[in-house]
T-cell receptor
Framework: EAGVTQSPTHLIKTRGQQATLRCSPISGHTSVYWYQQALGLGLQFLLWYDEGEERNRGNFPPRFSGRQFPNYSSELNVNALELEDSALYLC?????????????FGPGTRLTVL | GDSVTQMEGPVTLSEEAFLTINCTYTATGYPSLFWYVQYPGEGLQLLLKATKADDKGSNKGFEATYRKETTSFHLEKGSVQVSDSAVYFCALNGRIGANSKLTFGKGITLSVRP
């Protein structure tokens, strides 16, 4: 069974540009989560999508946004990139989004903002 | 809000040594608890989990017991191997209502010497 996949593996942008990151969940999973792993800041929750709707949002500015498609894949968009947006962005999926439900992570997209 | 505190690192051990990594948490309600492992250049892998008090999670020789009275979920392994060298994250999902998300500790780097 295929795991969570993310693309691209690496992304290099300049300040002010927009970045789009993509995630495909494990087959059968309806919930998709996005996390940011920035140096010195640890792993921080960004967004949670379930059944096409945004269910929860972390403490990030509105220029971080996303969506979930009918096939449950998801996109994370970061507008007006800043240097501090450089980080590893991890996507996770789970069956139904409950607190006992396990989140399975993809390999991540490394975003570098120059 | 929810929080997870892990012991300070890094930790360096010799092969076959006993491992303990401390993790304590603060949460409203009854969270599920997780240990994830991150190998260099990769995403997170679930190591083990426990969803209620006194549950013991175990996998690949690692164990952790959900202790509600001490709000702890310490990770242990009786005999570490060089291949266990990685970063270990303790996490909780304290979903209340619609707000499902993982809250992570800062992670601890484990290096095992041959």
């Amino acid at each position: 069974e295929a795991g969570v996949t993310q693309s691209p593996t690496h992304l290099i942008k300049t300040r002010g540009q927009q970045a789009t990151l993509r995630c495909s969940p494990i087959s059968g999973h309806t919930s998709v989560y996005w996390y940011q792993q920035a140096l010195g800041l640890g792993l921080q929750f960004l967004l949670w999508y379930d059944e096409g709707e945004e269910r929860n949002r972390g403490n990030f500015p509105p220029r971080f946004s996303g969506r979930q498609f009918p096939n449950y894949s998801s996109e994370l968009n970061v507008n007006a990139l800043e240097l501090e947006d450089s980080a590893l962005y991890l996507c996770a999926s789970s069956l139904f989004g409950g607190e006992t439900d396990t989140q399975y992570f993809g390999p991540g997209t490394r975003l570098t903002v120059l | 809000g929810d929080s997870v505190t892990q012991m300070e690192g890094p930790v360096t051990l010799s092969e076959e040594a006993f491992l303990t990594i401390n993790c304590t948490y603060t949460a409203t309600g009854y969270p599920s608890l997780f240990w994830y492992v991150q190998y260099p250049g990769e995403g997170l892998q679930l190591l083990l989990k426990a969803t209620k008090a006194d549950d013991k999670g175990s996998n690949k020789g690692f164990e952790a017991t959900y202790r509600k009275e001490t709000t702890s979920f310490h990770l242990e392994k009786g005999s570490v191997q060089v291949s266990d060298s990685a970063v270990y994250f303790c996490a909780l999902n304290g979903r209340i209502g619609a707000n499902s998300k993982l809250t992570f500790g800062k992670g601890i780097t484990l290096s095992v010497r041959p």
